[in-house]
């Protein structure tokens, strides 16, 4: 009897700007356009990080990391993702797998994931081949269609071993 396991989803969206760069799973990504936030603005992470602590049902990321807090201004959503992990950690849970789509019009993401999926192995302490990143435009429909946003979905399932 497995009465240990959780499953969370996470969604996040952010508005594209000339002015920034796209970080996505950890990594820099060449593009026009990036994603304007308080943080560094990693769509996809901050989707795994809601993901983990509604699994967990520990809130979300706008309780944990306030975005009118002047310590999370421009940070690096590694060290978010890390914090997150630190808190379900703490309350026994290890991470499954992930599963995850990146909706974006532009560019095409698909010959980064490998390096996705290599910086966030590491923080969350699961192999590469257990962090699923897929991408997807929306044919042109809609906001992300008309490259005024990204978007990003995720779902974990996490474990409590007795
Ligand atoms: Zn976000």
Do not use: W
């Amino acid at each position: 009897m497995h009465s240990g396991y959780r499953i969370g989803f996470g969604y996040d969206v952010h508005q594209l700007s000339q002015s920034r760069k796209l970080i996505l799973g950890g990594i820099h990504i060449p593009s026009e356009k990036g994603a304007i936030a308080h943080s560094d603005g990693d769509v996809l992470i901050h989707a795994i990080c809601d993901a983990l602590l509604g699994a967990a049902c520990l809130g979300d990321i706008g309780i944990h990391f306030p975005d009118n807090s002047s310590q999370f201004k421009d940070i690096d959503s590694k060290l978010l993702l890390q914090r997150v992990i630190e808190l379900i950690v703490a309350e026994g849970f290890s991470i499954v797998n992930i599963d995850s789509t990146i909706s974006l019009q532009r560019p095409k993401l698909k010959d980064f994931i490998p390096e996705m999926q290599r910086a966030l192995a590491p923080i969350l302490n699961i192999n590469s081949n257990s962090i699923s990143i897929k991408a997807t435009t929306t044919e042109k429909l809609g906001f992300i269609g008309r490259e005024e946003g990204i978007s990003a979905h995720a779902i974990v399932l996490i474990e409590k071993k007795d």
